[in-house]
């Protein structure tokens, strides 16, 4: 999300308070779309309040009362959403024209009065909006959605980033409020106890068919409509780590005992292609330029996408089964290492560049969520030096020769004697360094192989000193095995 797009979880807490003097809370609003996070209970009953029980079930989703996943109050709770096409009618287009005009108005009252705080600014806001023939609900949401515009912008003047237009400039609706879902059909509320309905597609169907599910808000554009989806999960107990680790051509995710290897370079050849075909249009016309771009862009996008997606579903699964954790390091500030002025080729710079460092962590943190597998986040100090330590004996590696072909994606550990494949090494230790945390968090419940590595486990005076880890101990090098898949290949 760049920074100057409106980020819908700086309000989703928040409650409105408007002269009806309603004050349910307002659900996270915003235009991405596919939304990850846990939140408190609270704003569960708000939805459950929203969608009503017989409609749920009638699309093949069980009361949100039955479901047996965690009665308790305390679990987490995942967040997803899911996204599908449809026609829209004369009406509807006026809707979202109108609710955008709504939320500009909101955004210019809250600039004039230097206003983020929610709840005045709907007190400042909301009479003004009397004028606009819509719902009321549309009104509150519409509130809601510029808050969170401004909290944006506040947020990134904060951090130094410039801002861009702060309105919003295409036609959308976001709202928690009045929509039915019936027999497989959306049902948008359009006053006068008029509904426009929105047949949903099979694959929208199939995923809200996923029992323990509420649906939450909607948000509607021209063209799509995207229904937020939440459950409560249990978070499943983990035996082992896994993490991931992706270089150009290969996304390599595993642990000291066992490696798979996913073959990204359909994703290279996509991006070499798109590359190829926007430079062979030679019109020097910058408009025509700019909409082939991102013409091809997309298609690039949404083509790389799947293949992540394809991916991350593996390593979410694999993990599930396994009962791994994941363990994602910090990838912030990556793109420094791929700036003009690095000493890097033009070509070079804009490969490495292309592949998409950030989608992959994000499609697998939501899905992780999403099945309640745990994710561990390194911090940069603990993700130092994983590519360049031996995993099984921490010695400092050794790159190969430049003229030295047959070991090109490998290092030399002179202590061990042998060639490691730096991929399988890096994730090794990633893996070995979110167990570490991972096990510290336990907070002295000793658990599955973990125990085995406790050492000086005494007691001094009664009380237990504090548990140390015997770091070579759980690594327990074995050499792992690798699979290698390919996807689309
Ligand atoms: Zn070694």
Redo the contacts with the bound molecule.
Sequence with gaps: MSADEPASSGISKTGIETSESESSPVPPSGPSIVSVGRETGSQIECAHANVRSEANSSVGIPRAESTSLVDSRDAPTATKSVKQNYVPSGEILNLLETFRMMVNEAIRIGLDHDVTNMKRLSSLSYSQLSGYNCLSYYKKCAISRAGGILAARKKSITRGYPTKSHYAVKPHLVSCYGFKLANGIFELPLGRREYFEIPLNGHTREVLSEPGLTVRSFTLTASTVSLTISKKVSLIECVMTAGPDRNLRELTCGNGARVVKYNLSKAVRIADTTTEIISSFKRNDARIRKKIASKYGRRRKDRVGHLLNCVTKDIVRSAYESREAIVLEDIRGIRSLYRRGNGQGRRHRGRMNSWSFFEAQRQVEYKAAWKGVPVIHLTKAETRGTTTD?A????RLQSPARDDPKHRRQLW?R??K?W?DRDVNAVANQAARGRLRFDRSLSGRTKGDAGEAMKGNAEHDGEPLILRVDASKLIRWRKPRVIRTSWGL
């Design positions: 031996c099984r004996c921490g010695e550990c202590r061990c042998s490691i």
